[in-house]
């Protein structure tokens, strides 16, 4: 349920920004992987740390949504309604109350759209990676120090990822990186294969050791779907042995749980 906000007077109604928040629960929801979330707001600024129902990909999403007046705990318990209303709005900006009810109200600027929407209370949040409100863990750090070597994910590889596994009946993928190559294998050894090559001036790997990791291409690509890439600023994935595999996209942090071995993941 969601911490009271009161009604403003017009002139200081609380706001949200459409596009902010917007964007960080579609990095949250990737494509249905994760329905819920508990969204903690201070001053304007929310996070959101989820992880999905099979343990298999942890979230970690930061960023100004609205004016500083906005601060509280909200449990998402539908992230698809939220995203729905609001990639149905036009306003830049959304007007936001909630009730006793745990009712949040969002109102369009001319008031011509609103969503009174239920949210759930923060402790029914299943998704939540903190169960303790004394984890005090930075868990973007703790990830970062799993992994030894980080490559640059160019837009055209994104692109090429996405477009092959999509045809692919298996969805296990395989990472053969060493200092010189990042090689991509999509798909299974009993199917039809891709291979895709990020080469030596994207890979940073100070100690020159090879690592092959499996994982969950679909999970990858529901990441890759949902980043906002630019020329100026690529993401960046980082990978260790037999940990998890990092993806990081401006202030947000994926982690996708690898295979143990190499039937994981294999269809019958």
Known sequence: MA???????????????????????????????????????????????????????????????????????????????MIKFLASVPDDKLIVATEDTGRMIITGKNKRRSLDYLTTLPNLIATRLRMDSSDKTDYVKEFQKMTDIAVTVPSDFIKDFNSYLSVLKSKIVTFDINDERCMVTLGASTEHQFQLRIPEEYIENDDEEEIIVQTNGENLSRVFSVMETNDDESPTMSIGEDNPIVVEDGSTMWALTPFKDDSAGEDD
């Open 3 to 81: 911490k009271k906000i009161k009604k403003n007077k017009k002139s200081s109604d609380i706001t949200i920004n459409r596009e902010r928040i917007l964007s960080s629960l579609k990095k949250v929801y990737l494509g249905g992987a994760i329905g819920e979330c508990l969204l903690v707001v201070k001053k304007g600024v929310a996070t959101c740390e989820v992880v999905d129902i099979t343990n298999s990909i942890v979230v970690l999403e930061k960023g100004r949504i609205g004016s500083k007046s906005l601060s509280g705990q909200f449990g998402l318990g539908n992230i698809e309604v």
